[in-house]
């Protein structure tokens, strides 16, 4: 079974502070894809980031940062500097290649508050 | 830009009534989802379709159904509305999978209430 947890309900932080949104799946496919996706108060879910389970590296865009780590099973999510823009709701979401068809797993989300 | 119209924002509609919610997509995507997102739940997928008057049931499909007569439009269909059934509905669309899971594009979501 395929399954994304986002432990984190609610984070509120400071303006300029780094913020980190964690996320761990389990799967038993060995191709899979994990993905990013952030839900503004306009509620449309906008994608953030895509990465597949061959491709470990980690990535920066901007002040965002996503850490891949196989052997935790994580996904984590870095907002650096946070801007009271970045204020939404995170979702974590798993797709495996083998299992699951079309299906993509979403964790509950983070929704995540910057105070000014 | 890619552009996934949901047909309303706000929906109240009573217990028992029929209930369509419509989804049009622009980017002759064949790939068109339906969730559902609930407080703590996350989305839920509800019905998925991949190709004209192709459906396939997703993980909570009772009380739905769809219908898929054009590619660029996909509708959610509450046959009788149950007060368990308001929640917030999220339509997506996708290109093919050809063997690449790729990102989804949603639309701005419909909040249905049911009284």
Redesign the interface.
């Known amino acids: 079974a395929q399954k994304v947890t986002q432990a984190q309900t609610e984070i509120s932080v400071v303006e300029k502070e780094d913020v980190t949104l964690d996320c761990v799946y389990e799967t038993r496919d060995t191709t899979y894809y994990l993905f990013w996706y952030k839900q503004p108060p306009s509620g449309e879910l906008v994608f953030l980031i895509r990465r597949n389970s061959f491709d470990e590296q980690n990535e920066i865009s901007g002040r965002y940062s996503w850490n891949f780590q196989k052997s935790t099973s994580s996904f984590n999510f870095t907002i650096t500097a946070s801007q009271v823009v970045d204020s939404a709701v995170y979702f974590c979401a798993l797709s495996g290649l083998n299992t699951g068809g079309f299906k993509t797993i979403f964790g509950a989300g983070t929704r995540l508050f910057v105070k000014a | 830009d890619v552009k996934v119209t949901q047909s309303s924002?706000y929906l109240v509609k009573r217990t028992g009534e029929k209930v369509f919610l419509e989804c049009v997509q622009d980017m002759d995507h064949e790939?068109m989802?339906w969730?559902r997102q609930d407080p703590?739940?996350?989305?839920?997928?509800i019905y998925?379709s991949?190709d004209v008057k192709m459906k396939?049931k997703?993980?909570i499909p009772e009380g739905y159904s769809v219908s898929r007569e054009k590619k660029e439009r996909f509708s959610l269909i509450l046959e009788s509305a149950s007060t368990n059934q308001t929640s917030?509905y999220?339509c997506?669309s996708s290109p093919p999978?050809t063997?690449?899971?790729?990102?989804?594009?949603?639309?701005?979501?419909t909040r249905l209430t049911v009284v």
């Open positions: 924002r790939n989802f969730y703590g739940l996350g989305l839920r997928l998925f991949y396939e997703g993980d917030m999220l997506a999978q063997g690449r899971r790729l990102e989804a594009f949603f639309g701005q979501g």
